[in-house]
């Protein structure tokens, strides 16, 4: 079992519509949550991390973690067709200082 | 600001030649990285650089070496590249975070280069 799993998609919502894309991990030693978007033929660029379980909002983007589920989820209100990338989320484990990096989901939204 | 350059974009190989892969980050920063990108597999660290002058053996570093030139470049070196190393190669770059983090967080890709062995 991977230490970070990521539904690969692809997903297709129509333009306007929120989106949720989400990560489960196994290793509770991970204490830092990323997500990374990635356009097609470039490399990831950050997007938002936080530390915390809850809620981080940053414009039409919303960072959520619940470590007592393992879980985190990125939102993305009033999609639109410039957020068409891969969204990887990461977690880093300080006790050993190692990034791990989910597979990655391929998302589209249609004009 | 440039941020992190790659060199070449593209690159095919025959199997057991060699080649380097060149990277350059012009933000200051201590940490560089190298990573793969394959299909379902997603980002795995292949060495990183925690600071000008040390290296370190990352997930997959089985086939690659590393030189950190100085502290703006970091090179990858396949000796006898093999058909496995198909793959799209990024490096990275990171600030380092007080409290001894190494400030992963913050990583800066580059623009990846493309791989092809036959």
């Known amino acids: 079992q991977k230490e970070v799993e990521q539904d690969p998609g692809p997903l297709s919502v129509p333009e306007g519509a929120i989106v949720s894309l989400n990560c489960t991990y196994s290793?509770?030693?991970?204490?830092?949550f990323m997500w990374y978007r990635q356009y097609s033929r470039k490399g990831p660029e950050l997007l938002m991390y936080?530390?915390?379980?809850g809620n981080k909002e940053d414009g039409r983007f919303t960072a959520q973690v619940d470590k007592s589920s393992k879980y985190i989820s990125l939102f993305i209100r009033d999609s639109q067709p410039s957020d068409s990338a891969t969204y990887l989320c990461?977690?880093?484990?300080?006790?050993?200082?190692?990034?791990?990096f989910g597979t990655g989901t391929r998302l589209t939204i249609i004009p | 600001n440039a941020g992190v350059t790659q060199t070449p974009k593209f690159q095919v190989l025959k199997t057991g030649q060699s080649m380097t892969l060149q990277c350059a980050q012009d933000?200051?920063?201590?940490?560089m990285y190298w990573y793969r990108q394959d299909p379902g597999m997603g980002l795995r660290l292949i060495y990183y650089?925690?600071?000008?002058?040390?290296?370190d053996k990352g997930e997959v570093p089985n086939g690659y070496n590393v030189s950190r030139l100085n502290k703006r470049e970091f090179s990858l070196r396949l000796e006898s590249a093999a058909p496995s190393q198909t793959s799209v190669y990024f490096c990275a770059s990171s600030e380092v975070t007080v409290g001894g983090m190494r400030g992963q967080e913050t990583q800066y890709f580059g623009p990846g280069t493309r791989l092809l062995v036959l």
């Open positions: 650089s925690a600071s000008e002058g040390t290296t």
């Open positions: 990461a977690m880093v484990n300080f006790g050993n200082e190692k990034l791990t």
């Open positions: 933000m200051n920063h201590n940490s």
């Open positions: 936080t530390y915390s379980s």
């Open positions: 290793n509770s030693a991970f204490q830092y």
